[in-house]
């Protein structure tokens, strides 16, 4: 609660800023310097709550400078709590920023802008529940890519059930509807799921989420997916002052630069982290992602229709003082696609610092 502020820069070395082909092409190296600073408020108004956040920060490139743009992401919540439990969380957020150049498959700018707003209904506590909210989800692209541009409602509804000694079981129906207007498509997804979350011990947590999956679209060349979708995380620190957290997700996206329609995408996720000291930390990660591309060839003609992205990096974190921390992330990242089309890879490293006041 109260105001608090935070100062950074980020230094970021990308040796393939336009992600071309380098094994055919020779890619362009480039330094982005990121000055930001995030500004936090909450205000507690008898039991309700108010929070704010603000982050504000300016991508420059050394040698590129027709890439630099403008970074923000902003969001404001409240918490009204009534009754015994129960509370409603109303939202709104605002995030601008540049579109990788991986989506995008030419080396044109593109300033993307994502609004939402919504609320949340959550009554938990030991024995039965309901759960609901709404969220309206608006991306909004330049002109050359507003084909893209999209509108989504998101509806939930659901019963939930706590017992401590058992955990919080979720029972839910999830409506999404996807409104592309340039292209005149909209996709409804349908999902009925179970959620699923539990510490274990002090040491482990499990979330777990299982839904079937419903799509169909205005087009029947995009035609229509029945599966199963899941988001799955285990985390543990049996060992001492070694934390491990295995991740796995199988989900709609419906917001792409690829696809006309939506995609439907698998990623797996490992990361450990390891405490040196009570100042220092290092970690490693890998992820793996292959996105299926639903799309409609007389609307947006593309030659992919399904990629494969890979990271992996390893990362170390510092403490300074009390206010100030620094961090050192490297990764290498490499896309494949199933028509060798658009494919790249190169490595990152960013060095970053921050200071609270």
Same mark, same amino acid.
């Given at each position: 609660?109260?105001?608090?502020?935070?100062?950074?820069?980020?230094?970021?070395?990308?040796?393939?800023?336009?992600?071309?082909?380098?094994?055919?092409?020779?890619? !362009?190296?480039?330094?982005?310097?990121?000055?930001?600073?995030?500004?936090?408020?909450?205000?507690?108004?008898?039991?309700?709550?108010?929070?704010?956040?603000?982050?504000?920060? &300016?991508?420059?490139?050394?040698?590129?400078?027709?890439?630099?743009?403008?970074?923000?992401?902003?969001?404001?919540?409240?918490?009204?709590?009534?009754?015994?439990?129960?509370?409603? /969380?109303?939202?709104?957020?605002?995030?601008?920023?540049?579109?990788?150049?991986?989506?995008?498959?030419?080396?044109?700018?593109?300033?993307?802008?994502?609004?939402?707003?919504?609320?949340?209904?959550?009554?938990?506590?030991?024995?039965?529940?309901?759960?609901?909210? &709404?969220?309206?989800?608006?991306?909004?692209?330049?002109?050359?890519?507003?084909?893209?541009?999209?509108?989504?409602? /998101?509806?939930?509804?659901?019963?939930? &059930?706590?017992?401590?000694? +058992?955990?919080?079981?979720?029972?839910?129906?999830?409506?999404?509807?996807?409104?592309?207007?340039?292209?005149?498509?909209?996709?409804?997804?349908?999902?009925?799921?179970?959620?699923?979350?539990? =510490?274990?011990?002090?040491?482990?947590?499990?979330?777990?989420?299982?839904?079937?999956?419903?799509?169909?679209?205005?087009?029947?060349? $995009?035609?229509? &997916?029945?599966?199963?979708?899941?988001?799955?995380? +285990?985390?543990?620190?049996?060992?001492?002052?070694?934390?491990?957290?295995?991740?796995?997700?199988?989900?709609?996206?419906?917001?792409? +630069?690829?696809?006309?329609?939506?995609?439907?995408?698998?990623?797996?996720?490992?990361?450990?982290?390891?405490?040196?000291?009570?100042?220092?930390?290092?970690?490693?990660?890998?992820?793996?992602?292959?996105?299926?591309?639903?799309?409609?060839?007389?609307?947006?003609?593309?030659?992919?229709?399904?990629?494969?992205?890979?990271?992996?990096?390893?990362?170390?974190?510092?403490?300074?003082?009390?206010? =100030?921390?620094?961090?050192?992330?490297?990764?290498?990242?490499?896309?494949?696609?199933? !028509?060798?089309? =658009?494919?790249?890879?190169?490595?990152? $490293?960013?060095?970053?610092?921050?200071?609270?006041?």
């Amino acid at each position: 609660m109260g105001l608090q502020a935070t100062a950074g820069l980020d230094l970021l070395y990308d040796d393939n800023v336009y992600r071309v082909d380098d094994r055919i092409e020779d890619p !362009t190296k480039d330094l982005i310097v990121t000055p930001w600073v995030e500004l936090t408020y909450g205000k507690p108004i008898g039991r309700h709550d108010l929070l704010f956040r603000g982050q504000i920060g &300016y991508d420059r490139f050394i040698s590129e400078g027709q890439r630099s743009k403008l970074r923000l992401d902003t969001e404001a919540k409240a918490v009204i709590r009534f009754g015994a439990t129960c509370s409603i /969380t109303p939202m709104a957020s605002y995030r601008q920023q540049r579109a990788d150049y991986g989506d995008l498959n030419q080396q044109t700018e593109n300033l993307q802008r994502f609004t939402a707003f919504g609320a949340e209904l959550g009554c938990e506590r030991p024995g039965l529940f309901p759960v609901a909210s &709404y969220r309206r989800d608006l991306t909004r692209n330049d002109d050359a890519f507003d084909y893209a541009d999209q509108t989504s409602d /998101t509806y939930l509804a659901g019963v939930g &059930y706590n017992m401590p000694s +058992l955990g919080t079981v979720t029972a839910f129906y999830e409506r999404v509807n996807s409104d592309r207007g340039k292209l005149g498509i909209e996709n409804r997804t349908n999902s009925y799921g179970v959620r699923f979350k539990r =510490a274990v011990s002090p040491i482990t947590q499990i979330d777990a989420e299982v839904r079937w999956l419903n799509v169909d679209s205005d087009s029947a060349a $995009v035609g229509s &997916y029945d599966g199963l979708g899941w988001d799955l995380s +285990l985390s543990s620190s049996i060992v001492p002052r070694l934390k491990l957290t295995a991740t796995t997700e199988r989900s709609i996206v419906n917001d792409s +630069l690829i696809a006309s329609g939506f995609a439907i995408r698998t990623r797996y996720r490992l990361q450990g982290e390891f405490a040196i000291s009570e100042l220092t930390s290092v970690g490693l990660y890998g992820e793996w992602e292959r996105r299926k591309f639903r799309q409609d060839a007389a609307l947006r003609p593309f030659s992919i229709t399904a990629d494969r992205n890979q990271r992996f990096g390893a990362l170390l974190k510092r403490k300074l003082t009390d206010r =100030a921390d620094i961090t050192l992330d490297a990764q290498h990242y490499k896309r494949r696609t199933d !028509t060798d089309v =658009a494919e790249f890879s190169g490595t990152q $490293v960013t060095l970053g610092a921050a200071f609270r006041f």
